[in-house]
């Protein structure tokens, strides 16, 4: 069975006080506070857009994912007071408009070995795993990155750069549980085979996710 939406919180209580679920609840009425839940995660998905398409693109991706989540949060699941796995599955179905844009950056690391997006970004590279190592931008990563389906690397990089568990990804995606363990087991594979002598990506006994 699952868990009946918390108490509604006191009407007058500061929206920062508030957790995301009540927060989007509260907007209902108030459309103001969802204002709130940009403060909250803007940050955290301008990142992580921007070191997939560049930070030409973030600020438009970010800008339209609040958008469409404003527009669908009558339809939002308030027994998860987390809503960032959702954002993050809003924002993975924009970028997909813009998959050539990302191709083109790795297309261009694997030939060149430069990666524009970490330079335009002013950033040390990423590693696949989220942490910073100069290996994760050589052009294995990028070809390995750029021949992932579209599907893989959504779960790839939610995965590693987003930091969500499998069980987020899944939610943030909307599919089961299973095709998230499937769908990593062969990006890892593929990964493992760019880079032999570094696994880029924790083992699920290594890792703390699901």
């Known amino acids: 069975m699952r868990p009946s939406p918390a108490d509604p919180p006191a009407p007058h209580a500061a929206p ?4 995301d679920a009540q927060l989007i609840g509260r907007s209902l009425d108030e459309p103001e506070v969802f204002a709130e839940l940009y403060h909250r995660h803007a940050g955290e998905l301008l ?3 921007a ?7 973030a600020d438009d991706v970010v800008g339209e994912t609040f958008l469409i989540a404003f ?4 339809r939002y699941d308030r027994t998860r007071t987390k809503a960032l796995p959702w954002l993050y599955g809003i924002a993975a179905n924009v970028m997909s408009q813009h998959r050539r844009s990302e191709l083109r950056a790795y297309r261009a690391l694997a030939r060149t070995g430069v ?5 335009s970004t002013g950033s040390d590279a990423d590693s696949v795993d989220g942490k910073v190592t100069a290996q994760a931008s050589a052009p294995a990563i ?5 021949s992932l389906s579209e599907g893989d690397r959504h779960v790839l990089l939610l995965f590693a750069w987003a930091d969500l568990s499998y069980e987020e990804v899944a939610e943030a995606l909307g599919i089961p549980l299973g095709t998230v363990r499937s769908r990593l087991n062969r990006a890892r594979r593929k990964m493992r085979a760019a880079l ?3 696994d880029p990506i924790p083992t699920p006994e290594t890792s703390r996710h699901g």
């Open 16 to 19: 920062e006080t508030l957790d």
């Open 51 to 57: 070191r997939r398409l560049g930070p030409a693109l």
């Open 115 to 119: 990666d524009p997006v970490a330079q």
């Open 47 to 49: 990142r992580y857009v």
């Open 196 to 198: 032999p002598d570094l």
């Open 142 to 146: 990028a070809a390995a990155l750029r």
């Open 71 to 74: 527009r669908r949060r009558t």
